[in-house]
């Protein structure tokens, strides 16, 4: 453990409130985080919580902790059925064309492999072991048919459970407690998630509108099948042959892999309410002390609003890297804390690229005053070594204090800052910390630029798969170079010099275009 880690503070939904982090287990962290219904495509805003929490992730890490990261799949439900019977799919094909796409869209971004992944699909024992402990315990119950015989759909009851809300702070399950099934809708039922009900919550999904349930606000644990699901997706159960209710299989999962109590349980802001808010229920409900800390990534926005397929706004990972790499994506999706909302736009996009042309501008510069003093630049492995305890101050300070991006990216331009003014005065010791500094804070939000992770990523003009040339990088070099003494010249009002430098890269038909993050380039 590092002594950087005593200081870590991280904002609980559960209270509302900014406290010190400290682990179940010294030494160790456990956390889950709810991660994809393969239903379809990735898009933007299904990434940022993937990279939100991998930050988290390495940081803690750096801290010295033994990190244990639980991501689900959730490879069957209501709409992966349909979509598949609509396009003529197995919905088990269907669940794995999508699980791969969104497997390569993590592993474009540098996002970390989770240490266990495991799919709904796989865990259905444990899941009715679950619902039959709720049972047991007087906090779910099934339905039956006429002639006596259970009917496949069970649920959780929540006027048995009196501290349903503990979560959220929301009196209301499922529906709000005393409004008729008949007047229900997304919005009256979560008022708090996605009201374009993207790729989520439905309440229809559960069952909710089922005038089988005793409560309007109970939820359903296990699901009679409808007459269109096909065979494949029954199980046969105790209370019934269905396949499991959504909020069930969270419960079921994290259980088997981090116990009956864990340290963090993370995901998308739009899951606290009702899906986080059910999981709480139903764990503690089984007896099991479930998660000490919760955490939920803001959304993606694009004018105001949040990025969902049904909003036609969402951005597919293929189409943002027409003219991006997958660096300047993941610095553009993790350039916020991560309780922040995202706007996203071109100028996100185009601030990435100025940050990379600065940071990859310096990194050259400094590898030429290394190499020239016989030196070699630190490799990937050397800086993945570095612990939080030998990075700058204020980027620990912002870091530990509930993972705040702008504070550590802010320290990361300064450090790069110190370091060109140490390549001008031919400071070689300062120059190899000053690069040792960036890249390991870099590396904490997964950017290190020379890791193996980027090399075969394009800096600039980039065409959709990503492929550079060793000619660009020799040419990104160069100009970076250029733009950064053209930068120190106008800082120093030496305007002649600064004049010179862009009419003459203007005249070898590059464009200069100057930002708030810095200037950029392009060839005509």
């Known amino acids: 453990m590092t002594h ?90 269907r669940a794995y064309i999508y699980e791969r796409e969104f497997t390569h869209a993590y592993e474009l971004l540098g996002v970390l492999a989770p240490t266990y992944e495991p799919r709904a699909t796989g865990h259905v024992s444990e899941m009715i072991d679950l619902i039959q402990r709720l049972i047991d315990r007087g906090h779910a119950y099934v339905v039956m048919n006429e002639d006596g015989t259970p009917s496949g759909n069970v649920y959780f009851d929540v006027p048995s ?44 999904d559960d069952a909710d509108l089922s005038e089988d349930k005793r409560s309007p606000r109970d939820f359903a644990l296990w699901k009679a099948p409808k007459d269109t699901d096909p065979l494949s997706a029954r199980w046969n159960t105790p209370f019934g042959v269905g396949r499991p209710g959504w909020h069930i299989e ?65 951005l597919s990972l293929e189409n943002v890297l027409e003219g991006y790499t ?18 996203w736009s071109d100028q996100t996009l185009e601030e990435a690229k100025a940050a990379y042309e600065r940071i990859s501008g310096f990194l050259g510069r400094a590898a ?17 070594k570095i612990t939080a305890d030998d990075m700058p101050d204020a980027f620990i300070k912002a870091m530990n204090d509930d993972f705040s991006i702008p504070g550590a990216l802010g320290t990361i331009f300064s450090t790069v800052r110190e370091g060109n003014t140490a390549i001008a005065n031919g400071d070689v010791q300062s120059t190899l910390a000053a690069v040792k500094a960036v890249r390991s804070m870099l590396d904490v939000l997964g950017l290190d630029p020379l890791n193996t992770q980027w090399a075969a990523h394009s800096a600039n003009n980039s065409t959709a798969n990503g492929k550079e040339s ?32 862009r009419n003459n890269l203007t005249a070898a038909g590059i464009t200069i275009k100057d930002g708030p993050q810095g200037s950029t380039w392009k060839l005509n």
């Open 161 to 204: 459970w009196d501290k349903y809300g503990e979560l959220t702070h929301q009196e209301s399950g499922t529906l709000p407690a005393g409004e008729s099934t008949a007047d229900s809708s997304v919005e009256s039922a979560a008022p708090s998630i996605d009201k374009a009900g993207d790729d989520k919550y439905n309440p229809v």
């Open 470 to 501: 060793t000619e660009h990088l020799a040419l990104n070099a160069l100009i970076s170079a250029q733009l950064e003494a053209r930068s120190q010249a106008r800082a120093s009002k030496d305007f002649a010099t600064a004049d010179a430098i």
């Open 4 to 93: 950087s880690a005593s200081s870590l503070r991280v904002y609980n939904t559960a209270t509302h409130s900014i406290i010190p982090f400290k682990p179940l287990k010294p030494g160790h962290v456990g956390i889950y985080v709810c991660g994809a219904t393969v239903q379809s495509s990735p898009h933007v805003g299904h990434l940022r919580a993937s990279v939100a929490f991998d930050i988290i992730r390495r940081w803690l890490m750096k801290l010295g902790y033994d990190v244990t990261f639980v991501r689900n799949v959730t490879d069957i439900d209501d709409k992966i059925l349909d979509k598949s019977a609509a396009a003529g799919q197995q919905w088990w094909q």
């Open 250 to 314: 969270c419960s079921a999962m994290s259980h088997k892999y981090l116990g009956d109590e864990f340290d963090i349980h993370g995901g998308g802001l739009d899951l606290r309410f009702p899906h986080h808010e059910n999981e709480v229920a139903q764990s503690h409900a089984a007896g099991w002390g479930f998660a000490h800390y919760w955490m939920h990534s803001a959304w993606v926005t694009q004018k105001g609003e949040k990025m969902s397929k049904s909003l036609g706004n969402g």
């Open 368 to 384: 030429d005053v290394l190499t020239d003093a016989g030196l070699d630049m630190p490799t990937a492995t050397e800086i993945a």
């Open 326 to 343: 997958p660096w300047m994506v993941r610095y553009a999706l993790g350039s916020v804390q991560y309780r922040s909302m995202l706007e």
